[in-house]
């Protein structure tokens, strides 16, 4: 059974308003994506991951060196589905409820998360992505190089940011800080997270 690209959860102009263009969506989304969902199905066909979930493929491979093609191109369609899941127009600001109470007993306060959010995906060398887990019961932030995620090392990702450059190079060219500040200012989904922490 191949593996397919979901489609975004809005339209592609849909964050035109909160610093995100369609020509984001149409590169990002409609040819990097795309390009490893394409990948991942070339290189899976006739092997023994051909019929197994994009988790159980990720996890699979991770840290096998022969077998990193699949891992990187898994990671990276996982990666992306979520986090176009992160995003959503008119989001961002402060959540509430029990994400907030667990934010506050894991960070201080929503400021002090937005902080050590900021400063992984700023801090971030290259490639990557910043994330908001649940490990173990416990909320922490953490950053990944490349396709790394916190699937293939036994976390629940409950938020991330793409800070590839392609992720934000069409809206903010090379300031990534800018690019990071608009996220939690305007477009996290703070439903998704608040979803994926109760599930």
């Not at 979901?6 to 369609?22: Q, R």
């Not at 173990?136 to 991330?160: D, F, I, Q, R, S």
């Not at 934000?168 to 300031?175: L, M, S, T």
Request: glycine residues 8%.
């Amino acid at each position: 059974m191949p593996f397919t690209q979901p489609p975004l959860p809005f339209a592609m102009d849909a964050l035109e308003p909160y610093g995100m263009k369609a020509e984001t969506f149409e590169y990002h989304y409609g040819k990097h994506h795309k390009a490893y969902v394409d990948n991942l199905n070339k290189l899976v066909a006739g092997t023994d991951l051909d019929n197994k979930s994009l988790e159980e493929v990720i996890q699979a491979t991770y840290g096998d060196a022969s077998k990193a093609g699949v891992f990187n191109n898994a990671a990276q369609v996982w990666n992306h589905t979520f986090f176009w899941n992160s995003l959503k127009p008119g989001g961002g600001g402060t959540p509430s409820g029990d994400l907030a109470a667990k934010i506050d007993a894991a960070f201080g306060s929503y400021d002090k998360f937005k902080e050590e959010f900021s400063n992984a995906a700023a801090t971030q060398f290259g490639s990557g992505w910043a994330w908001l887990v649940d490990d173990g019961g416990t909320l922490k932030v953490m950053k990944t190089p490349n396709a790394e995620n916190p699937v293939a090392m036994g976390k629940k990702a409950l938020l991330t940011l793409d800070v590839w450059e392609h992720a934000y190079y069409i809206d903010f060219r090379n300031a990534r800080p800018a690019f990071i500040q608009n996220f939690l200012d305007k477009l996290v989904n703070w439903d998704f997270v608040a979803e994926n922490m109760a599930s």
